[in-house]
């Protein structure tokens, strides 16, 4: 078990004003099974420290999650695509265990682009007659993929992005017929929850249970509005529900703010999240749409919508007016989410 330096005053009050980057920052881990201690690695990548046995490992902006232990690694994310030699020397960097599992949590370029290259790396745990436990188990070349039934149907249709078979995920779910997937790996429990029409028809939130830290995948975006993907079954209204359920899910590190704890959520892009800025993503999220709606309701076209500038006093934090994913890029998603099927006008 990694032991951390102890936590200073300063530390706890940068934590409690700013979030937990600034307390995991201040509280490097020692090297122990193989890990070595984070922090920064070349340009565009770096290391942090998040609880017991994980990891975010950042690479050119993409988050990864990363646990890590005897058993082995499991890569939840991969990166975008072209990353794939920087994410596997980060995973390296972090221990020196075989990857056992890789995890996507939906079809997004950003998410599963390096996943190929990190199944073909590792090498995955297949059971024997006996069941897994001691060495009754075998290690198989590749590490599966898992992630929801259409991601793997996203990822290989016609309108696919050319992956290859190795990029597919290999174990697959849905919520209506086999529910989440549940394992136990490095001493935790781990549930891969599948999310509906959120961000996109294939979203799942990964809950490392022990560790106490979830993550978010595209949900959230701590540098972004969220993006709804609504060529792929993404929806506002989905985005919505889903950041409601983590609201519900995750625990504040209250009354004693001071002592840390409370669940950490790894999102997509940006700093650790703790409980109170879900709240408040998912309130930003909440009201943006309802602003839309009401347009909606008044029967107001996309240019009229884009006019009234429904991100209003959230610009400075999330927006942007380019790159791969812009204010009106956001908006023009929560106008076509809302009024899919119901014949209002577009007026560009």
């Known amino acids: 078990m990694r032991l951390r330096q102890p936590v200073t005053l300063a530390a706890v009050l940068l934590a409690a004003l700013y ?50 232990g005897p058993d082995g690694v499991i890569a939840v994310d991969s990166g975008a695509p072209g990353d794939s030699a920087a994410v596997l020397a980060g995973i390296k960097q972090i221990s020196s265990q075989p ?25 995955g745990l297949v059971p024997t007659e006996n069941g897994f436990g ?48 549940d394992m136990t790996l490095n001493g935790d429990s781990i549930e891969v929850v599948p999310v509906p029409a959120a961000h996109s028809d294939g979203d799942s939130i990964v809950i490392f249970r022990r560790a106490d830290v979830i993550v ?3 949900l959230v975006d701590m540098q972004h509005f969220p993006v709804i993907d609504v060529a792929h079954g993404g929806s506002i209204d989905g985005e919505v529900a889903a950041l ?36 408040q993503y998912r309130d930003m999220v909440t009201m943006v749409r309802d602003r839309v709606k009401a347009l909606v309701d008044q029967h107001r076209t996309l ?32 106008y076509q989410s809302l009024t899919a099927g119901h014949g209002h006008r577009r007026g560009q």
Do not use: C
């Not at 995750?250 to 879900?278: C, S």
């Open 19 to 68: 979030g937990a980057t600034a307390l995991a920052a201040d509280a490097p881990a020692a090297a122990d099974d193989g890990h070595a201690v984070a922090g920064h690695m070349a340009a565009g990548t770096d290391i942090l420290p998040v609880a017991r046995n994980i990891d975010m490992l950042i690479v050119h902006g993409e988050n990864i999650a990363v646990q890590y």
């Open 99 to 123: 990857i056992r599992f890789v995890i996507d949590t939906s079809a997004s370029p950003d998410r599963v682009g390096n996943s190929a290259a990190l199944s073909l790396a590792g090498k």
């Open 134 to 181: 001691g060495n009754r188990f075998q290690q198989d070349d590749p590490a599966p993929i898992m992630a929801q039934l259409n991601v793997l149907t996203t990822m290989s249709s016609a309108g696919g992005a050319g992956y290859s078979s190795d990029a597919m995920p290999t174990i697959t779910y849905t919520a209506a017929a086999t529910g989440q997937k």
């Open 216 to 218: 978010s995948g595209d």
């Open 244 to 279: 409601n359920r983590l609201v519900d899910i995750v625990v504040p590190g209250l009354p004693l703010y001071w002592h840390g704890g409370g669940t950490l959520v790894i999102p997509a892009r940006g700093r650790l999240a703790q409980a109170l800025e879900i709240v």
């Open 303 to 334: 240019t009229q919508v884009r006019a009234a500038d429904p991100t209003q006093g959230f610009n400075s934090r999330y927006g942007s007016e380019s790159g791969p994913w812009s204010t009106d890029q956001f908006v023009t998603a929560v």
